[in-house]
């Protein structure tokens, strides 16, 4: 493989620059990342250990492996919002008795665990991520059931938790169900939909109704032990296949259904089980991404700092230079890259793509996008050179491809370059953000123009002179609403990407959902839509 050279000046004011742009935003991400992992406040969390349970993170850490990693998902879920960061749950990949697992863990110090939209939304993503890569899912249940203020949002999408969990079971896609506390109402299906249950003398409830909906709709006076209680469930209800005397062996025996599953990769294993590292400092990827959106950079250099022994195959390098293709390995897995070198698109690019992506399905390699892009190139020359089906045939080729995707936005993602790079409509397998980057269907400035120039041309068209003080207002406001909510942190929290990652980062977080996905098989596409030639 040819090995990329850096040019990369770390005595450069850009250099500076870039790496003091990228260390603030980290700044807010990490002060983001703490309110999730705080629950619901101290007050709380010391009530929560004062029962002698554990908190969510607790219940996770001794679940998994000694010394693993374990990926976090959608962490700043809810940001933004009238509820609380991480919104109630926590979800993440981790390793189990060697199994690779798709783990969820109701947060009890936040609201009682209650489900409110934005939870609901965050494991749902998990569950598709468990059924795309066929991870075995282990569920750590302790809520309150739904957040009734909020039920009219959540009550009606709210089941298809509980169908996903029945198709995971037909998928031969195992799951476990460890019962904390109380699993109430149409929580109580998750366990009840779970091949294997674990319950928790005089701490699990699970039950459709609890003792006092009871009495109100039958008359019937009644305990929660006798109602939902785990030695009830484990003796006479059939519900409980385990009943554990305390947390911590409930936690043991989730580690033993896992470990009894015989689970096995149907993907194929690392090329290389001994990767060599990149040539370059990972510290330097602070430094890469331009501070300001509208200067591009060499991906070359991310790649550099990403794939195994900074080696690269580029394909097609001197045809539509905008953007880069080839070939590398990543933790040792083979994979193709596309990824932005200018802002824009044009047909030479697409078509470049298109090809590239066809390539990787013949050769069942995954495929990974780095995005920094503007769109597609607009203006009459480029219409009527055929922009449009250019770009439609890269979109066929990204939309019919089979082969695992994954997509890293590093910069700016906008217009239907989001769709040709593989954005979240496209349903890559994982997609993660650095912290600086953003995404909309244009630029805040871009955006503001265009509402102007078709607010003056309706004047105009009215006979009216058109108000230069509200134009200015206007634009501003516009330019404020757009900035904020194409920002990182904010689409985070509405779960349009997995998670925003510190650059550094960005290998170790590719490398283990490489590894997720080769739980299942890698196989590319037989056939595609009608190419537009």
């Not at 619901?40 to 996770?60: D, Q, W």
């Not at 690392?270 to 330097?284: H, T, W």
Request: hydrophobic share 40%.
């Amino acid at each position: 493989m040819s090995t990329l050279d850096s040019t990369l000046d770390p005595a450069s004011p850009t250099y500076r620059t870039n790496r003091e742009g990228l260390l603030e935003r980290l700044a807010e991400l990490d002060a983001e990342l703490d309110r999730a992992r705080a629950g619901g406040g101290e007050k709380y969390v010391t009530r929560h250990h004062a029962r002698g349970k554990l908190l969510p993170r607790e219940r996770i850490e001794l679940l998994l492996d000694p010394d693993s990693p374990f990926l976090e998902l959608s962490p700043v879920a809810a940001y933004g919002t009238d509820f609380p960061v991480g919104a109630s749950v926590v979800t993440g990949i981790g390793v189990v008795e060697g199994v690779e697992c798709l783990v969820i863990a109701n947060d009890p110090t936040v609201r009682g665990g209650a489900v409110n939209p934005w939870s609901l939304a965050k494991t749902r993503r998990a569950g598709e991520i468990a059924l795309a890569n066929r991870l075995p899912m282990v569920n750590l249940v302790e809520s309150a059931g739904a957040d009734l203020p909020t039920q009219a949002e959540i009550f009606i999408p709210g089941g298809r938790v509980f169908r996903d969990l029945t198709r995971l079971s037909a998928a031969k896609i195992p799951t476990v169900s460890v019962v904390f506390g109380n699993a109430t109402a149409g929580g109580a299906y998750v366990p009840g939909m779970s091949d294997h249950v674990i319950m928790i003398r005089d701490r699990s409830q699970v039950y459709l109704a609890g003792p006092p909906l009871v009495k109100m709709a039958t008359g019937e006076v009644t305990d929660d032990e006798s109602l939902g209680g785990a030695a009830m469930h484990a003796s006479t209800s059939g519900l409980a296949d385990f009943l554990a005397e305390d947390e911590r062996d409930g936690i043991r025996l989730a580690r033993q259904c896992v470990r009894r599953l015989n689970w096995r990769k149907h993907g194929p294993p690392p090329r290389n089980p001994v990767p060599q590292p990149p040539k370059y400092d990972p510290e330097e990827l602070l430094c890469i991404a331009s501070a300001d959106l509208k200067v591009p950079f060499d991906p070359r250099e991310v790649l550099a700092r990403v794939l195994d022994g900074s080696e690269f195959d580029e394909f097609k390098p001197a045809y539509g230079t905008a953007l880069v293709t080839g070939w590398g390995e990543l933790h040792g897995y083979p994979v193709g890259v596309l990824a932005n070198a200018r802002g824009v698109l044009f047909s030479e690019e697409a078509q470049k793509a298109a090809q590239f992506i066809q390539l990787a399905n013949a050769a069942d390699t995954p495929l990974v996008f780095l995005q920094n892009t503007t769109g597609y190139m607009v203006g009459t020359e480029y219409e009527q050179r055929g922009i449009i089906k250019h770009g439609a045939l890269m979109i066929n080729a990204v939309s019919n491809s089979t082969v695992p995707h994954l997509t890293v936005n590093l910069g700016a993602s906008y217009g239907a370059g989001n769709y040709g790079m593989c954005g979240r409509a496209y349903e890559p397998r994982f997609l993660f953000t650095w912290p600086n980057a953003k995404s909309a269907v244009m630029g805040p400035a871009q955006l503001a123009g265009v509402l102007s120039i078709v607010a003056r041309q309706a004047a105009a068209a009215r006979g009216r002179d058109y108000d230069e003080e509200s134009d200015a207002a206007m634009r501003m406001m516009v330019e404020q609403q757009i900035e904020s909510q194409s920002g990182a942190l904010f689409l985070s929290g509405r779960l349009y990407d997995d998670g925003v990652i510190d650059p550094r980062d960005t290998r170790t977080v590719l490398g283990l959902c490489l590894s997720a996905i080769h739980n299942g098989p890698v196989k590319g596409a037989d056939g595609f839509g009608v190419f537009r030639m």
